[in-house]
């Protein structure tokens, strides 16, 4: 009888886990693909601006996703010696590499959930939405 455990292959390469599900466990957590919109879309870079534009997240929750994001060396956090204390973080390489990944999930959802995405979207042309979602895409705070 077969192992029921599904097996993973990239060409011939088996793989220890699935790709799609380590992503997702990286970037998956509530509030973690918000903070890196933010970072992306809006260049924010401090606690206190992700906690005043992220709907419904708290201090606790913020803190301990910037630790998890940081642990996974998707952000990095730079803390100056000033007084106060100033904190930063910014995307690493391997955060970068994430807005593709963002941007597609704007595209996806621009283009097949209209209803929930725009105002007025009988008047959004699909064929003419830019591939580049975010060069237009603002959040009002």
Do not use: H, W
């Given at each position: 009888?077969?192992?029921?455990?599904?097996?993973?292959?990239?060409e011939?390469?088996?793989?220890?886990?699935?790709?799609?599900?380590n992503?997702?466990?990286?970037?998956?957590?509530?509030?973690?693909?918000?903070?890196?919109?933010?970072?992306?879309?809006?260049k924010?870079?401090?606690?206190?601006e992700?906690?005043?534009?992220?709907?419904?997240?708290?201090?606790?929750t913020?803190?301990?996703?910037?630790?998890?994001?940081?642990?996974?060396?998707?952000?990095?956090?730079?803390?100056y010696?000033?007084?106060?204390?100033?904190?930063?973080?910014?995307?690493?390489?391997?955060g970068?590499?994430?807005?593709?990944?963002?941007?597609?999930?704007?595209?996806?959802?621009?283009?097949?959930?209209?209803?929930?995405?725009?105002?007025n979207?009988?008047?959004?042309?699909?064929?003419?939405?830019?591939?580049?979602?975010?060069k237009?895409?603002?959040?009002?705070?």
């Amino acid at each position: 009888m077969e192992d029921p455990k599904v097996q993973f292959m990239l060409e011939e390469t088996a793989c220890k886990s699935c790709p799609v599900n380590n992503t997702f466990n990286i970037i998956g957590k509530k509030f973690a693909i918000l903070i890196l919109r933010n970072m992306i879309i809006l260049k924010q870079k401090r606690f206190n601006e992700f906690l005043d534009s992220i709907e419904k997240i708290n201090p606790k929750t913020l803190s301990v996703r910037l630790k998890e994001m940081e642990k996974d060396k998707i952000i990095k956090r730079e803390v100056y010696n000033e007084k106060p204390v100033r904190i930063e973080y910014s995307l690493t390489k391997k955060g970068e590499a994430l807005k593709p990944i963002l941007e597609q999930m704007a595209i996806f959802s621009m283009k097949y959930c209209c209803e929930q995405i725009f105002e007025n979207p009988k008047s959004v042309r699909l064929d003419q939405l830019d591939s580049d979602p975010f060069k237009k895409y603002r959040i009002q705070i």
